[in-house]
C-alpha cells in the first residue's frame, strides 16, 4: 500500500483538485483508493458527491473516536472510497496536543487495512499543524501543486522548508516526488492583462524549473476555470465531468506518471515514481485509464450527478432576512443623517456669508474700500 500526500503551505493553489483527481485516475488504473479529506473546509469531500459534510469522519478515525470502517464513505466510483470532513475537523489540533503524540496515526490506520486499499490519498490543509504533520509523517510521497505566480513562488519556499525539516526529523523516506504546476495559461489568455500573465507564466516556471529542477512536472496542468466550476458545482471530479479534456488529461499523464507499480511479493509499498524518472507515463495505461473515467461519467450520468449543482446552495431565508434588516438599518441611519448634514452645511455657509459681511462692512466703515 502507498501513501500518497498533496501538501503545499499555501492555500488555493489547487491541492484539492490535484488530490480529487490524482484518487479518481488511480482509481480508473484498476487502483483500490481511499482519499483522506483532511482539510476542515471539506472541499474534498463534497467533490465526490457529498454535499453534506458526515457525521464521522477524519476527525473521529484520526482521534480514534472511531474506527476506519465507520469513518469509510462508498463513492459512485466502486474502487474509490473517502473518509471524509466533519465541522469538527478544525479542533484537532486541539484534541491531538491533549494526548502523547503519534506522528504516524494515518498510516497505522491504513496499514490495517492493506489488503482493501492499494493507494491512500491525503488532501493536506494548508495550514502546518498536528494534522498536517502526521499527514507529511504517515506519507510514502508528496506531491507539491503551485501555479506560476509570485505569491505562490514564495508559498513553495515555504512549503520546501517545512518538507526539509520534516525528512531530516521525523520521516526520512519522504520522497518529494515532484511540484505540479498548475493553473497554466496557454495561448488563449487575451485579456487586458494577458501579456503580464504569460510573461509571469513562463519567468516564474524558469524560476521553479531553476530551483527544482527534475522535480519540477514538464507540462503541468492547464487552466480551466469553466471545467474546475462546473466540477465544483456539481461535486463530481473534473476528470470524470469532462475526461477528454486537456486538463482532466493532463492529470491522467500526471497519475500514470507515478502510479506505483504492482506489488511483487510481500513488498509492504511499491513506491510512487518521480516526475522525470526516465520512464515517461504508459500511453497503454493512459488509454484504458481514458476509458474508464468515460465509464465513471456514464455511471454519474445514470445517477443523475451530472444535471444536478448540489453544492449551489438555495437561497437561505435566514440569510436573506439579516441581509435587508441591515440594509434598513443603513437607510435609517441614512436618512437621519442626511437632513442633518445639509442642515449643518447650510449654517456653514449662513455664518461664512455673516463673517464676509461683517468684514466688508468693518472695512467699508473704515475707509478701506
Ligand atoms: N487548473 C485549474 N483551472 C482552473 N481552476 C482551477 C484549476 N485547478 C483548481 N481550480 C480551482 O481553483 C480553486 C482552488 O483550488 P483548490 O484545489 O481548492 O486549492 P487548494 O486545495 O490548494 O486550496 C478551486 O475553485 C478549483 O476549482
Ligand atoms: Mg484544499
Redesign the pocket.
Same mark, same amino acid.
Given at each position: 500500500m502507498d501513501i500518497l500526500a498533496?501538501f503545499?503551505a499555501?492555500?488555493?493553489?489547487?491541492?484539492?483538485?490535484?488530490?480529487?483527481n490524482l484518487a479518481v485516475c488511480f482509481a480508473a488504473m484498476g487502483r483500490k483508493v481511499m482519499l483522506f479529506d483532511l482539510?476542515a473546509?471539506g472541499?474534498?469531500t463534497t467533490s465526490l458527491g457529498q454535499a453534506v459534510l458526515p457525521s464521522i469522519g477524519t476527525f473521529d478515525v484520526v482521534t480514534g473516536a472511531a474506527t476506519l470502517k465507520e469513518a469509510r464513505l462508498p463513492t459512485f466510483i466502486d474502487d474509490l472510497s473517502l473518509v471524509g470532513a466533519t465541522t469538527s475537523l478544525a479542533v484537532v489540533d486541539i484534541e491531538k496536543t491533549k494526548k502523547k503524540r503519534d506522528h504516524h496515526v494515518m498510516r497505522k490506520i491504513a496499514m490495517a487495512h492493506k489488503d482493501t486499499i492499494d493507494i491512500v490519498v491525503l488532501?493536506c490543509p +494548508?495550514a502546518f499543524g498536528e494534522l498536517t504533520v502526521n499527514a507529511l509523517v504517515s506519507a510514502h510521497a508528496v506531491v507539491i +501543486?503551485s501555479p506560476p505566480t509570485p505569491y505562490a513562488h514564495d508559498g513553495l519556499i515555504r512549503t520546501w522548508t517545512v518538507l526539509s525539516r520534516i525528512r531530516t526529523t521525523l520521516n526520512h523516506s519522504l520522497r518529494v516526488i515532484g511540484v505540479l504546476p498548475?493553473?497554466?495559461h496557454g495561448e488563449e489568455v487575451n485579456e487586458p492583462a494577458g501579456d503580464v500573465v504569460s510573461a509571469c507564466d513562463s519567468s516564474i516556471l524558469s524560476a521553479m524549473n531553476a530551483e527544482y529542477g527534475d522535480l519540477v512536472h514538464p507540462d503541468g $496542468? +492547464?487552466?480551466?476555470?469553466?471545467?474546475? $466550476?462546473a466540477? #465544483?458545482a456539481k461535486g463530481i471530479p473534473?476528470c470524470v465531468l469532462e475526461p477528454n479534456t486537456a #486538463?482532466s488529461l #493532463?492529470y491522467v499523464e500526471v497519475a500514470a506518471r507515478i502510479l506505483p507499480r504492482e506489488k511483487k511479493g510481500k513488498t509492504k509499498h511499491a513506491g510512487f515514481r518521480w516526475f522525470k524518472e526516465d520512464e515517461p507515463a504508459d500511453s497503454e495505461t493512459m488509454k484504458t485509464a481514458v476509458k474508464k473515467l468515460n465509464e465513471f461519467r456514464k455511471k454519474a450520468d445514470g445517477q443523475g450527478l451530472l444535471s444536478t449543482n448540489i453544492n449551489i446552495p438555495d437561497v437561505d431565508k435566514d440569510a436573506l432576512d439579516m441581509v435587508s434588516q441591515l440594509n434598513a438599518i443603513d437607510e435609517d441611519i441614512d436618512s437621519k443623517i442626511r437632513p442633518f448634514t445639509l442642515g449643518l452645511a447650510f449654517l456653514g455657509v449662513t455664518l461664512l456669508a455673516g463673517v464676509v459681511g461683517f468684514l466688508i462692512a468693518w472695512a467699508s466703515y473704515n475707509g478701506l474700500l
Open positions: 498533496v503545499n499555501k492555500g488555493g493553489v489547487g491541492k484539492t483538485t490535484t488530490a480529487v482539510d473546509q472541499n474534498a488532501d +494548508p +501543486p498548475t493553473f497554466l $496542468i +492547464p487552466l480551466n476555470s469553466e471545467l474546475f $466550476i466540477a #465544483a473534473a #486538463a #493532463a
